[in-house]
Each structure stands twice: as C-alpha cells, then as structure tokens.
Nanobody, 130 residues
Framework: QVQLVESGGGLVQAGGSLRLSCAAS????????MAWFRQTPGKEREFVAA????????YYADSVKGRFTISRDNAQNTAYLQMNSLKPEDTAVYYC???????????????????????WGQGTQVTVSS
C-alpha cells in the first residue's frame, strides 16, 4: 500500500507556472506507475498525465500536451507535474494517483481511466486567474 500527499497548488495568473509535487510513503515507490488527474465541481475526474514506474515513458492528455511535464524521482519517492502557460480552464483540484505495477512485468500501457488507479492523494487546488 502507498500513501500519497500532493502539494504545490495555489493561485497564479494566466500564462504563469506552477509545479505540483506528490510525496509517496509506504510500499516501494518504483512499484507504481503514477498519474495526475484533475477535477472541477460537477464534472468527472479528468486524466492529465501519466508516467511509467521507471520514469522512462510519459503520456499526456491533448489539452495539456506541450505545456505540462510529468516526472518522478524514485530516490525521493516523489512525482511532479510542472505546469507552464497556465490557462483559466486549467483551474481544478489536482490529484496524484498510483497504479501498482504487476510483479515481473516492466511493460507499461498508459491508463487514462481513473478506476485503474488504486491509490489517491487528497488533492491540491490550482486556480488560474484571467
């Protein structure tokens, strides 16, 4: 089992940048593929980006491609989401999520459905003003 805690959210003007962090504790961090999702009131949780257990592969939603970068530091048990060129429509609560890597299987297929992730953080608010 892994526990996840997000940080780094806040209020920023359009065009600005923020870096979110997701600190993990518990089971070995490199045993999990990681992802970021976001959610606004009344809407379903939306996939943002995902990264393989090793950090060697990433995958992005079209809406953030070229602006956001997902990364991880397995030595620090932390995943990151660097968000640049922020837009008001990026305003949401951002969640990090973990998907356990099957033992002995290193191949990664990006998962965009929230139900594929077993563990979630509490979320961090990002507000982009116009």
């Amino acid at each position: 089992q892994v526990q996840l805690v997000e940080s780094g959210g806040g209020l920023v003007q359009a065009g600005g940048s923020l870096r979110l962090s997701c600190a993990a504790s518990g089971r070995t961090f490199s045993s999990y593929h990681m992802a970021w999702f976001r959610q606004t009131p009344g809407k379903e949780r939306e996939f943002v980006a995902a990264i393989s257990w090793s950090g060697g592969r990433t995958y992005y939603a079209d809406s953030v491609k070229g602006r956001f970068t997902i990364s991880r530091d397995n030595a620090q048990n932390t995943a990151y989401l660097q968000m640049n060129s922020l837009k008001p429509e990026d305003t949401a609560v951002y969640y990090c999520a973990a998907d356990a890597k099957p033992p002995g299987i290193s191949t990664w297929f990006p998962q965009v459905a929230s139900y594929k992730y077993e563990y979630w953080g509490q979320g961090t608010q990002v507000t982009v003003s116009s």
